[in-house]
């Protein structure tokens, strides 16, 4: 039996522990609000996933492309295994970097092509990069991952990389710049011809150093004015002599 001095200190030490509580509560009410307000405002779709593979939450991004790509849902998709929601697969995706993330506990990234959960039915190209989250303890709790329709800019790149494949077989001097005179693009045999040794060195390149000063006078003044204008020029320059 507990005396009244006894009872009344047992009663104000669980009053402070409830005031604790009470108190680490509101602070992961905080966490919790601050959290989604970062990821509810970050324009690219993002998922958590949990270590069996269900979704444990997707911000706002994620359900708008749910709801204008998928032909699903938005709120049946909590709880429910990723790869049925967002590949119509019956088991984990061969290529997954979020499980490649979690077996190596680093950031893996990659492309991956959708098209059976797509509305439109057509093939869309998703950059996906996922990253393992842990608890408190250490232990693994699955992973975040951020998507990203690529489809157009991937189809971009193809296209410019044939097109630099047919402009590399030509003994034509082909090139492009930007509008600080700086290359951008250059072929083979304009590469060859100057001495340039990697696409990364374009842009260090002015143009004006191919160029006599009076064909260069000739470029900006009258062969860029009519291209603007027209989008095509055509006449006769000269180039320095590189022997």
Known sequence: NLTYEELLKEVQHQEDEIHELEQNVSKLRKTKMYFESIMEN???PINIID?????????ESQKKLNISNHAVWVHDVLGKKCYKMYEGRDDTCPHCYGRKAMISGKSKSGD???QETMADHKEHIMALQAFPIYEANGALA????????????????????????????????VASTNSESKLIFANKAFRET????????????DIAGFHPDWAMDIIKNVGRLSADE??????????????
């Open 42 to 44: 970050i324009r690219y």
């Open 51 to 59: 270590t069996a593979y269900n979704i444990v939450y997707m911000n």
């Open 112 to 114: 991956t092509v959708l």
């Open 142 to 173: 699955g992973f975040f991952e951020i998507s990203n329709d690529v489809t157009e800019i991937r189809k971009i790149e193809a296209d410019r990389s044939r097109l630099s494949a047919i402009f590399d077989e030509t003994s034509d001097l």
């Open 194 to 205: 100057f001495g340039i040794e990697q696409a990364s060195d374009l842009l260090e390149c």
């Open 230 to 243: 027209d989008c095509t020029w055509s006449g006769e320059t000269a180039i320095l002599n590189t022997k």
